[in-house]
């Protein structure tokens, strides 16, 4: 787990003790501040558009739970796109789609990340109908089941604006985590993404902005 790549999505790992790394630190304890209040099982992080740092979060997120001394499972639930799987080294196949397909078990699916604590589900075999794979009841069941087994579970989910996967998603988790591009992500996406988890009931646990310049 050396690559310049890997490194840079994974600063947790690779720069522990950087100002970046701090934050995601930061996020973790401003999400279980709220957890006191309201029980924060899994967390979906997502985006209004491509590109805005979303996976990296998660990945980092995940880490953040997992060095705290949680036993956390980190999902790709982006099944148009997913990048989950070449961050860190695994193969995307044997994942998430194939199991809400009832092509494969959980145990079949369930892969260990190289990382103490952290355990990883990848987006699985490119299967058409994303949506309708998400919508099914296989879903909703397999968050009740991972629940019992982790002390948190991290669902890194396509952009909010682009399709109605992550609406799905996070509507079978706690809240959502969304990651908002410095400079990029314009003001109606934002307030769109805004009103789309505010109609759906859906708790807003943080804004993450993210590709700011540090020096502004």
Known sequence: MSTPA????????SNPFSAVSETYHTLRANIEFLSNKNPIEAITVTSTEWGEGRTTTA????????????????IDADLRRPTLHAILGQLRRDGLSN??????????IVKESGY??????????????????????????????????YDRVIVDASPLNVAADAQIV???????????????????????TAKTLSQNGTPLLGIVLNKADRNR
């Open 116 to 149: 103490s604590n952290l355990h990883v589900i990848t987006a699985g075999a490119q299967l058409p109908g994303p949506t309708e794979l998400l919508s099914s009841g296989r879903l909703a069941e397999l968050f009740d089941e991972l629940k019992g087994r």
């Open 59 to 74: 990945v980092n997120l995940a880490l953040a739970y997992a060095r705290s001394g949680k036993k956390v499972l980190l």
């Open 6 to 13: 890997l490194k840079s999505a994974t600063i947790m790992d």
């Open 170 to 192: 996070a509507a079978s988790t706690d809240g959502v985590v969304l990651v908002v591009a410095y400079a990029s992500t314009k003001r109606a996406e934002l307030q769109k």
């Open 99 to 108: 199991y809400l397909a009832n092509q494969q078990t959980l145990q079949d």
